[in-house]
């Protein structure tokens, strides 16, 4: 568009003037757009400002593209371009700033969960305002309906601080009720599987928080750099904490 703005290109336009302008492929294609819009009465500086335009947009379009990235835990593939699901998530907890949050289905307990969360502890520790929210699905066993709710809850409670949280300081636990659920009507899981960074950075992924999903199991994600996206998915949980759709875990 310059080089027609600065008469570089006269009208009406060859391909080959477009060398070092377009990539080789569609310099004829181009030259014969350039041409039908001179013969309709197009000048060159509107020309110019058109494919400005245009050309604004192709950029910000790769942008865009550029702030997708696929995730993927299972067998490499050569030629793919794909980044290491283990890798990226302890690449988010390293470098969060403000919060996090985290929605899984199931987690592992022990060295596994530990190892998992070891980096994201650190980074509390690191960053002593750093808001950090974590949603779970807490089932009720099969052939545990003789238990109460309480009962189960103040289980899993131990459990998470003594065997899955490596830190001293705790996150915020929140999960659904209506897992807990005796009854199979109304029983539902939170089956959500996601991190948010900073309300900034979205991971969406099939991989649970364990060293399987996040090692050896085929599970694919999205990591998106995206503003909109991390708020509105947020948002999507903080409404249902507001709402007691979801409820803060005691004793954690």
Same mark, same amino acid.
């Not at 190892?115 to 052939?143: E, H, S, W």
């Given at each position: 568009?310059?080089?027609?703005?600065?008469?570089?290109?006269?009208?009406?336009?060859?391909?080959?003037?477009? $060398?070092?302008?377009?990539?080789?492929?569609?310099?004829? %294609?181009?030259? #014969?757009?350039?041409?039908?819009?001179?013969?309709?009465?197009?000048? %060159?500086?509107?020309?110019?400002?058109?494919?400005?335009l245009l050309?604004? %947009?192709? +950029?910000?379009?790769?942008?865009? =593209?550029?702030?997708?990235?696929?995730?993927w835990t +299972?067998?490499?593939?050569?030629?793919?371009?794909?980044?290491?699901?283990? @890798?990226?998530?302890?690449?988010?907890?390293?470098? $969060?700033?403000?919060?996090?949050?985290?929605?899984?289905?199931?987690?592992?307990? +022990?060295?596994?969960?530990?190892?998992?969360?070891?980096p994201l $502890?650190?980074?509390?520790?690191?960053?002593?305002?750093?808001?950090?929210?974590?949603?779970?699905? #807490?089932?009720?066993?099969?052939?545990?309906?003789?238990?109460?709710?309480?009962?189960?809850?103040?289980?899993?409670?131990?459990?998470?601080?003594?065997?899955?949280?490596?830190?001293?300081?705790?996150?915020?636990?929140?999960?659904?009720?209506?897992?807990?659920?005796? $009854?199979?009507?109304?029983?539902?899981?939170?089956?959500?599987?996601?991190?948010? #960074?900073?309300?900034?950075?979205?991971?969406?992924?099939?991989?649970?928080?364990?060293?399987?999903?996040?090692? =050896?199991? #085929?599970?694919?994600?999205?990591?998106?750099?995206?503003? @909109?996206?991390?708020?509105?998915?947020?948002?999507?949980?903080?409404?249902?904490?507001?709402?007691?759709?979801?409820?803060?875990?005691? +004793?954690?």
């Amino acid at each position: 568009m310059d080089a027609i703005a600065r008469n570089r290109i006269r009208l009406p336009c060859h391909s080959s003037a477009l $060398a070092n302008i377009v990539p080789n492929a569609l310099m004829t %294609e181009v030259a #014969i757009a350039i041409n039908q819009l001179s013969e309709q009465g197009m000048q %060159e500086q509107h020309l110019a400002f058109m494919l400005k335009l245009l050309a604004d %947009e192709r +950029g910000r379009s790769q942008q865009k =593209r550029n702030n997708i990235d696929l995730v993927w835990t +299972g067998e490499e593939v050569l030629g793919t371009e794909s980044r290491d699901t283990r @890798v990226v998530v302890k690449e988010l907890f390293s470098n $969060a700033n403000k919060s996090v949050l985290i929605s899984s289905y199931a987690l592992d307990a +022990g060295h596994k969960a530990k190892t998992l969360f070891q980096p994201l $502890a650190q980074r509390m520790n690191d960053k002593p305002d750093l808001q950090v929210r974590l949603f779970i699905n #807490i089932n009720r066993p099969y052939g545990k309906n003789i238990r109460s709710d309480a009962t189960l809850l103040r289980e899993f409670a131990e459990t998470f601080r003594h065997s899955i949280w490596p830190g001293s300081r705790m996150p915020e636990v929140f999960y659904d009720p209506r897992s807990l659920s005796k $009854a199979k009507a109304p029983r539902a899981c939170l089956h959500a599987k996601c991190v948010v #960074i900073d309300d900034e950075r979205l991971f969406v992924t099939s991989a649970n928080f364990t060293e399987a999903a996040h090692q =050896r199991n #085929i599970e694919a994600g999205v990591l998106l750099q995206d503003t @909109v996206a991390a708020k509105a998915m947020r948002s999507q949980f903080e409404m249902l904490v507001a709402c007691k759709a979801l409820c803060r875990l005691s +004793g954690v």
